[in-house]
T-cell receptor, first 115, second 113 residues
């Protein structure tokens, strides 16, 4: 199993550009999520999904869109990049369901710089 | 609301020293508690977990006990190594259909030889 994979590893954008951060998992996990990590802030939840066709907002959703057309993939779209979106982005996945502990598995991250 | 508070870092220790990183939480009900570790340039890895009061999670010489009476989940290791240098995150979530993790801000540990 590859686990959770993310592409690209690094990206530089100009203000106003759009892009999609890719995330895929091969563990058949229903739950997937996106976090951003900023110095001194820990990890903050952007969006999450509990299954194909179902998404919801987390703590800091503004400026980001997600969709979940398959169980495996959960892309994160930046519609019009802003310098405040400079961050490291992590995707994670886990099982869900009654009685589960929901241990999350994280991807290696995407480091995004917006100029 | 639910929250996790960790001791401020950075923490610098000499090799073989004793480590404690404090973590307290505010939550309703009975969340599961986790410690994640992030090595330089990498993603987060689960270090240990505990799912109910008085449970002790352990891994790689690290331990943490779920204390409901003090709402704490402090991380300890008896003898740290240089290879333990990393950022440590305390987190909680609820099981079942809700998997969202709530993280503390992280504590950076540096171990000197």
């Amino acid at each position: 199993n590859a686990g959770v994979t993310q592409t690209p590893k690094f990206q530089v954008l100009k203000t106003g550009q759009s892009m999609t951060l890719q995330c895929a998992q091969d563990m058949n996990h229903e739950y997937m999520s996106w976090y951003r990590q900023d110095p001194g802030m820990g990890l903050r939840l952007i969006h999450y999904s509990v299954g194909a066709g179902i998404t919801d907002q987390g703590e800091v959703p503004n400026g980001y869109n997600v969709s979940r057309s398959t169980t495996e993939d959960f892309p994160l779209r930046l519609l019009s990049a802003a310098p405040s979106q400079t961050s490291v982005y992590f995707c994670a996945s886990s099982v869900t369901g009654t009685g589960t502990v929901n241990e999350q598995f994280f991807g290696p991250g995407t480091r995004l710089t917006v100029l | 609301g639910n929250s996790v508070t960790q001791m401020e870092g950075p923490v610098t220790l000499s090799e073989e020293a004793f480590l404690t990183i404090n973590c307290t939480y505010t939550a309703t009900g009975y969340p599961s508690l986790f410690w994640y570790v992030q090595y330089p340039g990498e993603g987060l890895q689960l270090l240990l977990k505990a799912t109910k009061a008085d449970d002790k999670g352990s891994n790689k010489g690290f331990e943490a006990t779920y204390r409901k009476e003090t709402t704490s989940f402090h991380l300890e290791k008896g003898s740290v190594q240089v290879s333990d240098s990393a950022v440590y995150f305390c987190a909680l979530n609820y099981g079942g259909s809700q998997g969202n993790l709530i993280f503390g801000k992280g504590t950076k540990l540096s171990v000197k030889p």
